[in-house]
Every structure is written in structure tokens, then in C-alpha cells.
């Protein structure tokens, strides 16, 4: 595992970011997030932890999108098609 996918599993491990808190602390890109994301959410059970996700939601219906099915942030709502999303956060904990 690379040293900023490994700084990414240590920050989850101690508090729940989202991908921009993630982001900022590592100076990347948000996108490269979410792809780094998506191969500890693979690879992270052969450290004994797992990945939590709280999904990006619809703030004007309340739709909550499939966490493991599209990591990067979505542009608008299949329901009412409006663009408020609330940022998915991210956790990593012991199994
Ligand atoms: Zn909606």
C-alpha cells in the first residue's frame, strides 16, 4: 500500500473526514480521494479494519446515493434532479 494511502487509513482511523477534509490534509486532489478511496475500501480488510461510509445525500430530498457503487461526488439527484449534496465522510475501524 502507498504512504498516502496509508496516511489516508491512519486519518480515518483516528476521526470521520469527508473527501475535502481528506484532501486538504494531503494536498491532492479531491478526485484522487475518492480513487484511493474506493482501493482501501478493497485492500483494507487485510489489515483487520474496515471502511465506513456515511453516502452523499440529497439535501432537497433526502436521497442517499449507494456509497460503494460511485465514489466520486455525485452532480445532481436522479430523484428530483437538484444539485445540493451533502458530502459522503468517511470512518475506518477495527473489524
Ligand atoms: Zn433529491
Redo the contacts with the bound molecule.
Sequence with gaps: MSTIRQKIVDLLSEQEMNARDLSQSLSIMEKEVYSHLEHIDRTIARQKKKLLVVPFE?L????KFDARKKWSKPGR?P????GHIRQASYRIVPV
Design positions: 440529497c432537497s430530498c433526502g436521497f439527484c430523484v428530483c434532479k437538484k
